[in-house]
């Protein structure tokens, strides 16, 4: 295959948003709605696509800057997925939008492309690139709602701090660049052991990581995840909480354990702190919440924590229990945010005493919240329970050698136990709060009925049948030759 063909699917998205957006001169604003539907179903037929096209097992493209390989293409199906619910709930939020509808399905699907050029970034150039694409989406997202104060806040603090985010990047690979003569992270793994020595050659790795942890909310950098989860759209939020997160992951596997491995295996206590505070912080401070949109940007926080245990493990275990716990969380999150979507369509507010009631009002809107909830909790048989017990597996098996992991597992099954407390609050007050002043159905469209039963349906499928996803985890993780 030469580069073009590689890049095939990231060109049929980009073609497909050019195709949306041209659409939108030519139709009436009452039909402008169904460019969802097609962008879903266009997202969809390139899902479908990625399984019926023979690519290489092991590619690279445009000088070794761009990697086609199972781990890009694990990461490639997961955005896909992750944008059809996502577009699907944008059009259901639609006529909320007081204008530019069709835009905000075409900067999901450019969002979508940064995603998945990341997870092909074989390089620091391709990299920065890619994150830029989705930061500058995200920017116009989470502010979309230009009529309402609170979009704007979360969009001028998404751009203060991502901005900043980005300063620590490139002053990170410059400093990278500098002293190891090279960006391509196959270069950069020959020539960092030679460069553990080198102070600049580490700040300039710090600075990235920096910037990286900016992208998956990670302490100390997750400061702005409340404010700008509580603010913007809903199926903004969703693909943010989601696709923003895995993304900053898959480039943060590429670069530690495909770019330079022995600088990880240095960096393991570095990496255990960063887990666990990052635990901590989340789950204490989702405690006091009332805005579930605000909870569950705090438990975006402390789930990027639970993610970090697995990559701080330094094992072909811890990480391929990463790639599972982000498909879990994928179907997890987008259920919850459906039901969010569709509740303050009728409540105009996210405050958790607004889904009281919910039970009888929507018993499907209620199941949904519930199985999220519980799956977030890690309660069996959902899907997150077997996630985060193959991640503490994955750093107990190394406690042998290392015992910080068993103070990190101490410190996660700890905040396991206090986020029982703010997550079953939110199913206490959908079914035993007191009686609630509005007792009216809410009607559920059919196409989050469908979204929300698909997701409900993975959660309890994978919680018990998680052997091909697994599979595929352990397949993509295989490209990592130095972990053991």
Do not use: N
């Given at each position: 295959m030469n580069d073009y063909q590689l890049i095939s699917l990231e060109l049929a998205v980009v073609l497909l948003a050019i195709g949306v957006l041209l659409a939108d001169l030519w139709m009436s604003a009452t039909q402008r709605k169904r460019l969802g539907y097609v962008a879903a179903a266009g997202v969809g037929a390139v899902l479908i696509a990625s399984f019926?096209?023979?690519?290489?097992?092991?590619?690279?493209?445009?000088?070794?800057?761009?990697?086609?390989?199972?781990?890009?293409?694990?990461?490639?199906?997961?955005?896909?997925?992750?944008?059809?619910?996502?577009?699907?709930?944008?059009?259901?939020?639609?006529?909320?939008?007081?204008?530019?509808?069709?835009?905000?399905?075409?900067?999901?699907?450019?969002?979508?492309?940064?995603?998945?050029?990341?997870?092909?970034?074989n390089d620091f150039v391709l990299m920065f690139a890619a994150l830029e694409t989705i930061t500058v989406s995200f920017y116009v997202l989470t502010s979309f709602m230009r009529n309402r104060l609170q979009s704007l806040e979360a969009g001028v603090k998404y751009l203060i701090l991502g901005a900043l985010s980005t300063g620590f990047t490139v002053f990170g690979i410059a400093l990278v660049f500098g002293t190891a003569n090279t960006m391509n992270f196959e270069k950069l793994m020959i020539a960092a052991p030679d460069l553990l020595g080198n102070h600049l050659f580490l700040l300039g790795l710090?600075?990235?990581?920096?910037?990286?942890?900016?992208?998956?909310?990670?302490?100390?950098?997750?400061?702005?995840?409340?404010?700008?989860?509580?603010?913007?759209?809903?199926?903004?939020?969703?693909?943010?909480?989601?696709?923003?997160?895995?993304?900053?992951?898959?480039?943060?596997?590429?670069?530690?354990?495909?770019?330079?491995?022995?600088?990880?295996a240095e960096w393991k206590d570095l990496l255990v702190y960063l887990a666990a505070f990052t635990i901590l912080y989340g789950n204490l401070c989702a405690i006091p919440q009332r805005s579930l949109k605000r909870l569950l940007g705090y438990s975006s926080i402390a789930n990027a924590g639970y993610l970090l245990i697995g990559v701080a493990a330094v094992s072909k275990v811890g990480v391929t229990a990463v790639l599972f716990y982000l498909v879990g969380y994928l179907f997890t999150v987008l259920a919850a945010f459906t039901v969010i979507s569709v509740v303050?369509?009728?409540?105009?507010?996210?405050?958790?005493?607004?889904?009281?009631?919910?039970?009888?009002?929507?018993?499907?809107?209620?199941?949904?919240?519930?199985?999220?909830?519980?799956?977030?909790?890690?309660?069996?048989?959902?899907?997150?329970?077997?996630?985060?017990?193959?991640?503490?597996?994955?750093?107990?098996?190394?406690?042998?050698?290392?015992?910080?992991?068993?103070?990190?597992?101490?410190?996660?099954?700890?905040?396991?136990?206090?986020?029982?407390?703010?997550?079953?609050?939110?199913?206490?007050?959908?079914?035993?709060?007191?009686e609630p002043a509005d007792l009216s159905p809410i009607p559920v469209p059919g196409t989050m009925k469908l979204t929300l039963g698909v997701c409900m349906a993975a959660m309890l499928v994978l919680g018990v049948y998680w052997k091909p996803v697994l599979d595929s985890a352990t397949e993509a993780v295989a490209v990592f030759t130095r972990l053991r």
């Open positions: 019926l096209v023979d690519f290489p097992d092991f590619g690279f493209a445009f000088g070794k800057m761009y990697a086609m390989d199972p781990l890009a293409m694990f990461f490639k199906r997961f955005f896909l997925v992750a944008a059809i619910i996502v577009l699907l709930l944008a059009v259901d939020f639609s006529d909320r939008v007081k204008a530019g509808a069709t835009e905000l399905y075409v900067i999901i699907l450019f969002a979508l492309v940064g995603m998945m050029f990341c997870a092909s970034a710090l600075f990235v990581l920096s910037g990286l942890g900016f992208k998956i909310a990670a302490f100390p950098f997750q400061s702005w995840a409340p404010d700008v989860y509580q603010g913007s759209p809903a199926p903004v939020t969703a693909f943010l909480a989601v696709g923003s997160k895995a993304a900053g992951f898959v480039l943060l596997l590429r670069l530690l354990f495909g770019g330079v491995p022995s600088v990880a303050t369509r009728h409540t105009e507010s996210d405050d958790i005493g607004a889904f009281a009631g919910l039970g009888r009002r929507s018993p499907l809107l209620a199941a949904g919240l519930t199985f999220a909830m519980v799956s977030l909790a890690g309660i069996p048989p959902l899907v997150g329970f077997f996630g985060k017990f193959m991640l503490l597996k994955a750093a107990i098996e190394g406690g042998a050698k290392f015992t910080g992991y068993y103070c990190l597992v101490g410190v996660a099954v700890f905040g396991v136990v206090v986020s029982l407390y703010y997550y079953f609050g939110v199913i206490r007050a959908m079914f035993w709060s007191r």
